[in-house]
């Protein structure tokens, strides 16, 4: 069953179109990878569902249309956002960043903190310390913990592993994982590392200039020459 | 010297008090407020019309004053902010001229000659031959009281972490659900409370006149630029280096050049760090 639908989805940065027609389903409990290059469109893609563009199209969350919703609502609705540049709030403590992240949830927050320091034990080590002064892969966990304390359902996850070393990614890799099997969550993930997308992802989508050119297995994705020569490196 | 100590943290406290609700619009809301001057005016009249021409209790002429103040916040973030979002400039201009209109409507309804407030608490005492009179002092515990209750607020309340988070990185509030403009609406009210009960204290401790609006604009400029745009403990300091600063000047210098050291150190810091003393883009 479809938890996320996108249907005909374009999105504008005032006259310029960044997205174009856009169609897929993301399903429940699925890990979805949409990989593609700089400027193709996936942070944007992102954001249109969170309510930060301007869009055209349907977005279907659980049935319910969510386009054009604001992001506020669409925090409610059950959707969680961790952003590429992280967007955290640099001269708060890790643990106020978690708690901002739960204002839409606040029954939950003795669970939520509970299952992020089973996540990143680092960030319960750390959770007096301003996110200024920590390292990317904090600041990934602080920005992927902030999403979970609104108890989301759908995870959005913009380029998890930017900038991140190797064993950082795997980390990541493994905690998104666990997000979909242990606690249920679907995620959907863009990437320009497309192996990394292969190693995680059910279905991985592929984005050129606005365009969805691609769709299916890591498998059958592989196959095709053009695709695997652009961006699964064989 | 006991006298200059005293007097001076008297009338820190009450700058502080001043300067927060200031620094507060532009942390959050990204404006100068230039009519900020004008919640202090509106202020100290409605204390002056509610106890002093109608009688009513004093503490209630204070209550009144920042639900007056509340809501000429709410007013100005509705019909002016809210309108013109995104222009700074536009909402800069549009509420400089708020506050000189404001200034006419009180010159209108009470005259343009100054007013004394009664003191809130009549009264003095005399420490090592000190005067301390106990409606500066009330001015002083109940700023303090004040900032104290509205630092735990930003620190420890959702709603406060929320106004932090709007005022480091608003796509970040955004996608954590918190929605901006409520966050906005309600620190324009709460500013223009603070701003309000402030120009009471401030009436009392000075006068009241229709150009009271002046100068309280001008104090909190300058500690919100010298002590760095957006930090309450920023501001905290830098209230007690102006607030010494001109007691100061009025007991060693000349009373005239009171406010003088204020505009020179306001011009040095641009000049050396322009960030100011503290700066950094946090509540």
């Given at each position: 069953?479809?938890?996320?639908?996108?249907?005909?989805?374009?999105?504008?940065?005032?006259?310029?179109?960044?997205?174009?027609?856009?169609?897929?389903?993301?399903?429940?409990?699925?890990?979805?990878?949409?990989v593609?290059?700089?400027?193709?469109?996936?942070?944007?893609?992102?954001?249109?569902?969170?309510?930060?563009?301007?869009?055209?199209?349907?977005?279907?969350?659980?049935?319910?249309?969510?386009?054009?919703?604001?992001?506020?609502?669409?925090?409610?609705?059950?959707?969680?956002?961790?952003?590429?540049?992280?967007?955290?709030?640099?001269?708060?403590?890790?643990?106020?960043?978690?708690?901002?992240?739960?204002?839409?949830?606040?029954?939950?927050?003795?669970?939520?903190?509970?299952?992020?320091h089973?996540?990143?034990?680092?960030?319960?080590?750390?959770?007096?310390?301003?996110?200024?002064?920590?390292?990317?892969?904090?600041?990934?966990?602080?920005?992927?913990?902030?999403?979970?304390?609104?108890?989301?359902?759908?995870?959005?996850v913009?380029?998890?592993?930017?900038?991140?070393?190797?064993?950082?990614?795997?980390?990541?890799?493994?905690?998104?994982?666990?997000?979909?099997?242990?606690?249920?969550?679907?995620?959907?993930?863009?990437?320009?590392?497309?192996?990394?997308?292969?190693?995680?992802?059910?279905?991985?989508?592929?984005?050129?200039?606005g365009?969805?050119?691609?769709s299916?297995?890591?498998?059958?994705?592989?196959?095709?020459e053009?695709?695997?020569?652009?961006?699964?490196?064989? | 010297?006991?006298?200059?100590?005293?007097?001076?943290?008297?009338?820190?406290?009450?700058?502080?008090?001043?300067a927060?609700?200031?620094t507060?619009?532009?942390?959050?809301?990204?404006?100068?407020?230039l009519?900020?001057?004008?919640?202090?005016?509106?202020?100290?009249?409605?204390?002056?019309?509610?106890?002093?021409?109608?009688?009513?209790?004093?503490?209630?002429?204070?209550?009144?004053?920042?639900?007056?103040?509340c809501?000429?916040?709410?007013?100005?973030?509705?019909?002016?902010?809210?309108?013109?979002?995104?222009?700074?400039?536009?909402?800069?201009?549009?509420?400089?001229?708020?506050?000189?209109?404001?200034?006419?409507?009180?010159?209108f309804?009470?005259?343009?000659?100054?007013?004394?407030?009664l003191?809130?608490?009549?009264?003095?005492?005399?420490?090592?031959?000190?005067?301390?009179?106990?409606?500066?002092?009330?001015?002083?515990?109940?700023s303090?009281?004040?900032?104290?209750?509205?630092?735990?607020?930003?620190?420890?309340?959702h709603?406060?972490?929320?106004?932090?988070?709007?005022?480091?990185?608003?796509?970040?509030?955004?996608?954590?659900?918190?929605?901006?403009?409520?966050?906005?609406?309600?620190?324009?009210?709460?500013?223009?409370?603070?701003?309000?009960?402030?120009?009471?204290f401030?009436?009392?401790?000075?006068?009241?006149?229709?150009?009271?609006?002046?100068?309280?604009?001008?104090?909190?400029?300058?500690?919100?630029?010298?002590?760095?745009?957006?930090?309450?403990?920023?501001?905290?300091?830098?209230?007690?280096?102006?607030?010494?600063?001109?007691?100061l000047?009025?007991?060693?210098?000349?009373?005239?050049?009171?406010?003088?050291?204020?505009?020179?150190?306001?011009?040095?810091?641009?000049?050396?760090?322009?960030?100011?003393?503290?700066?950094?883009?946090?509540?």
């Open positions: 069953m479809a938890l996320l639908e996108i249907e005909n989805l374009s999105a504008f940065y005032g006259k310029a179109q960044a997205l174009h027609d856009l169609t897929f389903n993301v399903e429940e409990g699925s890990i979805i990878a949409m593609g290059a700089n400027g193709a469109g996936k942070s944007t893609l992102l954001d249109s569902i969170m309510g930060l563009t301007q869009t055209k199209g349907d977005i279907r969350l659980d049935g319910t249309p969510i386009t054009a919703a604001k992001p506020q609502d669409i925090v409610v609705k059950g959707v969680g956002y961790a952003p590429e540049r992280f967007n955290l709030f640099p001269y708060m403590t890790v643990r106020d960043n978690l708690l901002v992240g739960a204002y839409t949830a606040r029954e939950d927050i003795e669970t939520n903190l509970d299952m992020i089973k996540l990143f034990p680092r960030l319960e080590e750390r959770e007096n310390q301003e996110t200024v002064s920590q390292s990317g892969g904090e600041r990934q966990m602080v920005s992927l913990g902030r999403a979970l304390m609104s108890s989301p359902r759908l995870l959005l913009d380029e998890p592993t930017i900038g991140l070393a190797p064993k950082v990614c795997l980390e990541i890799a493994d905690v998104l994982k666990r997000l979909r099997d242990e606690f249920s969550l679907t995620v959907l993930i863009t990437e320009q590392n497309a192996n990394f997308a292969l190693s995680l992802a059910e279905q991985i989508m592929v984005l050129e200039s365009h969805l050119v691609a299916g297995t890591s498998d059958e994705l592989s196959s095709d053009r695709l695997a020569a652009a961006y699964f490196g064989h | 010297m006991l006298q200059v100590l005293i007097q001076g943290l008297l009338l820190s406290g009450l700058y502080a008090l001043i927060v609700g200031f507060l619009i532009f942390s959050v809301g990204r404006v100068l407020n009519a900020y001057g004008a919640y202090l005016l509106i202020g100290g009249y409605t204390y002056f019309y509610f106890s002093q021409q109608l009688g009513l209790p004093k503490f209630a002429g204070v209550a009144l004053a920042g639900i007056i103040g809501a000429l916040g709410i007013l100005k973030f509705q019909l002016i902010v809210r309108p013109l979002k995104g222009n700074h400039v536009a909402i800069e201009i549009s509420t400089l001229i708020l506050a000189v209109f404001l200034q006419s409507v009180v010159i309804v009470f005259g343009d000659s100054s007013k004394i407030l003191p809130i608490i009549p009264g003095v005492e005399r420490v090592a031959g000190a005067a301390i009179p106990f409606s500066n002092l009330f001015a002083a515990i109940a303090w009281v004040i900032l104290i209750s509205l630092w735990l607020f930003v620190r420890s309340t709603m406060g972490r929320a106004m932090q988070a709007v005022s480091m990185d608003a796509k970040g509030a955004a996608i954590s659900g918190v929605d901006a403009t409520k966050i906005n609406m309600f620190t324009w009210a709460l500013s223009g409370t603070l701003g309000a009960i402030a120009g009471v401030f009436a009392s401790y000075t006068q009241l006149y229709p150009g009271m609006w002046v100068a309280p604009l001008i104090i909190a400029v300058a500690v919100v630029i010298v002590g760095g745009i957006g930090s309450i403990i920023g501001t905290l300091i830098v209230a007690h280096i102006v607030g010494f600063l001109e007691i000047t009025s007991a060693y210098i000349a009373p005239e050049l009171r406010g003088v050291f204020t505009m020179l150190l306001i011009i040095v810091i641009l000049v050396w760090r322009p960030s100011g003393l503290f700066g950094r883009e946090e509540l």
